[in-house]
């Protein structure tokens, strides 16, 4: 067996735990005034919230004697009217402020981000009414709003700051769509749902946080917005009552002095401008990080995924083969009958379209055909993992005797990692890149082996030493990013073994890995099959890999069977012009004249 190299222990888990801990302060590094701007950020909160035990002047002692004075070593940026000390001031109602700042930011973004990461997810009537209710949102004059409020609760800043935040969380509601849309169709979320974890599981531990790039861009920027708009209320006299220091009133009492003493103008107004500045500078620096790093994850994907789709033509008449094994007295693990699986709500884009197959107990079943000839989407049905809008739209998948189509979610879940378990073509993008292997290992094992603690995490590591990774300790504390293509392939093998599965379906384990890699997975998956004596349905296009693993085949040509018989029998006397033409098209099998031991 073809044993991938592992990193030693201490640089893997030195260098992901570092790359994740320090990736936000690396991205403001890139940029000098992200820098500045959080540095000038850190130093006014603390100046503010530290207020009370500075040696500051009493914020609103009066000292009518030393009204409108400029800065001096007593007061440091001044006096106003009253003779009150102006740094004070600022420091002092800087706490309001900040708190309401933060406490809009905090409003928009739990409530926006929940439901619209809920929302997307679920799809169907919730996604629609989110949108509706984003659109309600956005309809709505917010100043207009907020000063109507105000008029009705009063100088309450604490509430109109909630106010806003409400009105703001559309935006978080509407971008947390749209990533989250995109996320949930990642191999990693199916992954999570072959593993049986329950959809709170799957939605806040591996949706949120890929999603949650963005999310924080926008609520830098949503800070410094939501500073701008406390001080116009305290501007307009909607804030705290005088003698109450605030940003915004400071602001109104100097426009009143502003042609006689204009400096009182200028600390007030330095400060939230620059402080507003500062949050911008900030959520740019991240804008630009994460368009860098989705761009590069773009080209990544460009190099290394293979072209083509999978299922995605129209059915044809073509009548589908008898399947040969539907005449044993044993009954089968998987039955499958008539199975059709339509892309849109009429069920006229049928991408299967009348297959019928069976897997036996212990047996390897090869789907063998072309990209685009619906086998994956076939061996998606049978664990119903069909992306959206595909479904079920006709015929039957039976396994051990319990109709899956016929399941309520809750109950299909109880099967997914515990009795039918998957592994994908892309082990990389079915990997979070958000968790170390040894937690997306560990947590298949505790859910369907119901362990926990130590005892889950010994499980995982003897799993991945078990698919052949000797230094299962190093990989535990891995990223995905620092494992090659094989090893990452194995650790997906490791997670859909995690519930010992009576059926594994392996779409293409091998496409993306290169030839010695692709000879250690089919080793490593006969060597797993022969010891636990569980059923493997082997997707593939490459019929050298049918010959070298399956025990029998089926071929699928425009989303329907169009032969099915024992291998040996297949590349002997194929009967079908469709078959003979794809063992025509691998030279291997020409020159041999067939399958070899």
Same mark, same amino acid.
């Given at each position: ?229 406390? $001080? ?21 009492? $100097? ?199 130590? $005892? ?16 299962? $300790? ?124």
């Amino acid at each position: 067996m073809t044993q991938a190299p592992v990193a030693p222990t201490s640089t893997i888990a030195r260098v992901g735990r570092g790359q994740r801990r320090w990736a936000f302060l690396r991205q403001l590094r890139r940029s000098p005034l992200a820098v500045v701007g959080a540095v000038w950020i850190v130093l006014l909160t603390i100046a503010c919230f530290a207020a009370p035990i500075l040696p500051l002047h009493d914020p609103v002692a009066q000292n009518l004697a030393g009204a409108l004075r400029g800065p001096s070593l007593e007061h440091l940026l001044g006096t106003d009217a009253l003779g009150r000390d102006v740094l004070s001031r600022i420091l002092w109602g800087g706490q309001g402020a900040l708190l309401g700042a933060a406490e809009a930011v905090v409003i928009a973004l739990v409530l926006g981000t929940t439901l619209g990461v809920i929302a997307a997810y679920r799809g169907g009537w919730l996604n629609s009414l989110a949108t509706r209710l984003a659109e309600l949102i956005f309809a709505l004059p917010a100043m207009v709003v907020l000063l109507a409020l105000a008029a009705v609760l009063g100088s309450n800043i604490a509430a109109s700051m909630a106010s806003f935040g409400v009105l703001v969380s559309a935006s978080y509601l509407r971008m947390a769509q749209t990533s989250t849309l995109a996320v949930r169709s990642e191999l990693y979320v199916d992954a999570a749902k072959v593993s049986g974890l329950s959809t709170g599981r799957i939605v806040f531990g591996h949706v949120l946080p890929n999603v949650m790039g963005p999310i924080i861009v926008m609520s830098s920027l949503t800070f410094g917005s939501a500073l701008l708009v406390q $001080a116009s209320l305290g501007f307009l006299g909607l804030g705290p009552p005088p003698p109450t220091p605030t940003w915004g009133g400071m602001i109104a009492d $100097a426009s009143t002095y502003l042609y006689r003493d204009p400096w009182l103008f200028v600390p007030t107004g330095v400060v939230l401008a620059l402080t507003i500045l500062a949050a911008n500078i900030i959520g740019d620096a991240m804008r630009d990080g994460d368009g860098r790093r989705q761009r590069f994850s773009l080209l990544r994907r460009a190099q290394g995924t293979p072209t083509g789709p999978a299922g995605a033509e129209r059915a044809v008449t073509t009548e589908p083969a008898a399947d040969e094994s539907a005449t044993d007295e044993a009954a089968p693990l998987l039955r499958v009958r008539d199975l059709v699986i339509a892309f849109d709500e009429a069920d006229s884009v049928r991408v299967v379209d009348g297959v019928s197959f069976d897997v036996q107990r212990g047996e390897i079943l090869a789907m063998v055909g072309e990209s685009g000839s619906g086998k994956t989407v076939t061996a998606l049905g049978v664990i119903g993992l069909l992306p959206y809008p595909g479904h079920v739209a006709g015929g039957d998948i039976v396994f051990d005797g319990v109709s899956l189509p016929s399941l309520p979610e809750s109950r299909l879940r109880t099967y997914r990692g515990s009795r039918i378990g998957m592994i994908s073509q892309e082990p990389m993008m079915a990997l979070d890149p958000c968790f170390t292997v040894g937690s997306q290992v560990v947590g298949p094992v505790r859910r369907h082996r119901g362990v926990s603690g130590r $005892a889950a995490r010994r499980v995982a590591e003897d799993l991945l030493r078990e698919v052949g990774l000797r230094d299962a $300790a190093a990989v535990m504390k891995s990223y995905p990013h620092q494992l090659s293509g094989g090893m990452a392939q194995r650790v997906a093998i490791a997670i859909a073994l995690a519930g010992e599965p009576e059926l594994l379906i392996a779409d293409e384990p091998t496409t993306a890995l290169d030839v010695t890699v692709q000879a250690g997975i089919l080793d490593l998956l006969r060597e797993l099959q022969a010891r636990t004596g569980m059923s493997i349905i082997f997707v593939t296009h490459d019929l050298g890999v049918v010959a070298d693993v399956a025990s029998r085949a089926v071929v699928m040509e425009k989303g329907r069977i169009v032969e099915s018989a024992p291998v040996d029998e297949l590349f002997a006397s194929p009967r079908d012009p469709y078959t003979r033409a794809l063992i025509g098209a691998t030279p291997s099998l020409v020159d041999i004249g067939g399958p070899h031991e």
